[in-house]
């Protein structure tokens, strides 16, 4: 988010740079038509986390309570990273899937539509 400063030249120091999380980067991620998340999650994950371990241990603690959640055929699953289509390896780790600090990452599951058909 752009900053209007009240004093001509001012630049603030960046608070949010990848060495002040102890390790982990800033991950967002965003489940695309299912309103009951209203905003993509952002999380501090580990670089080295396999991809796999992202969708099997983390994103059931983040979207598990939505009905669709337990529905979500993975195979199908469409993903896409910096706008683009991405087909993430899951035995490899996050860093090594091309995720960087504060990359965004969506999320599609074809055939769920989600709470009552918000989605369609």
């Known amino acids: 988010m752009p900053v209007i400063a009240l004093e001509p030249g001012y630049a603030g120091p960046v608070q949010d740079t990848e060495d002040k999380f102890?390790?982990?980067r800033l991950l967002y991620?965003?489940?695309d038509?299912?309103?009951m998340f209203c905003s993509p999650?952002?999380?501090p994950v580990p670089p080295d986390m396999p991809f796999a371990a992202l969708v099997d241990e983390v994103l059931p603690g983040i979207y598990g309570a939505h009905p669709?959640?337990?529905r979500i055929d993975w195979s199908a699953a469409q993903w896409e990273h910096g706008g683009q289509p991405w087909k993430p390896d899951p035995a490899r780790s996050l860093a090594d899937n091309g995720l960087v600090?504060?990359?965004a990452?969506?999320?599609r599951t074809p055939g769920l539509d989600g709470i009552g058909g918000s989605h369609s």
């Open 101 to 103: 600090h504060k990359s």
């Open 29 to 31: 991620i965003n489940w």
């Open 22 to 24: 102890g390790g982990n």
């Open 68 to 70: 669709d959640f337990a």
């Open 33 to 35: 038509g299912h309103m």
């Open 105 to 107: 990452i969506r999320l």
């Open 41 to 43: 999650v952002c999380l």
